[in-house]
C-alpha cells in the first residue's frame, strides 16, 4: 500500500481559504485516482471530492462544489484540495484516499489507502 501523508489543515474563520495537501509515497501515484473524504465529529466519513488519474476529470459532493477544488501534480507525487468560502459545517478531519482503479469514485469503499487525516476547524 501506498503511505499518504496529509497537512495544511488548521483553523479558520467562516469564509476564509484552506490548501490541504496529500504527499504519495511510492511510484504508482500517477496510475490512480485520488480523493478526499471527511468525518464531522459525531457523524461518518463522507466523500468530498474525486479526481482521475491524469486529472482531467473531477467530481465532488454537493455540500463543496463551486467552493472546493481538487488538483493533482503528479510529478510531485500531491494531490490538493483548495477550500474557499469555508462554512463552520466543513469542520472536519479531512482525509485522502488513493483508490483501487484510475478513475475514481464517491463510494470510500474503492479507496485502498488512506492518510492519518488532517483537522479543519471553521470558527464563525
Known amino acids: 500500500q501506498v503511505q499518504l501523508v496529509e497537512s495544511g489543515g488548521g483553523l479558520v474563520q467562516v469564509g476564509g481559504s484552506l490548501r490541504l495537501s496529500c504527499a504519495a509515497a511510492?511510484?504508482?501515484?500517477?496510475?490512480?485516482?485520488m480523493g478526499w473524504f471527511r468525518q464531522a465529529p459525531g457523524k461518518e466519513r463522507e466523500f468530498v471530492a474525486t479526481i482521475t488519474w491524469n486529472g482531467r476529470l473531477t467530481a465532488y459532493a454537493d455540500s463543496v462544489r463551486g467552493r472546493f477544488s481538487i488538483s493533482r501534480d503528479n510529478a510531485k507525487n500531491t494531490v490538493y484540495l483548495q477550500m474557499n468560502n469555508l462554512k463552520s459545517e466543513d469542520t472536519a478531519v479531512y482525509y485522502c484516499a488513493r483508490s483501487a482503479n484510475a478513475i475514481g469514485s464517491t463510494s470510500d469503499s474503492t479507496y485502498i489507502s488512506w492518510g492519518q487525516g488532517t483537522t479543519v476547524t471553521v470558527s464563525s
Open positions: 511510492g511510484r504508482t501515484f500517477s496510475s490512480y485516482a
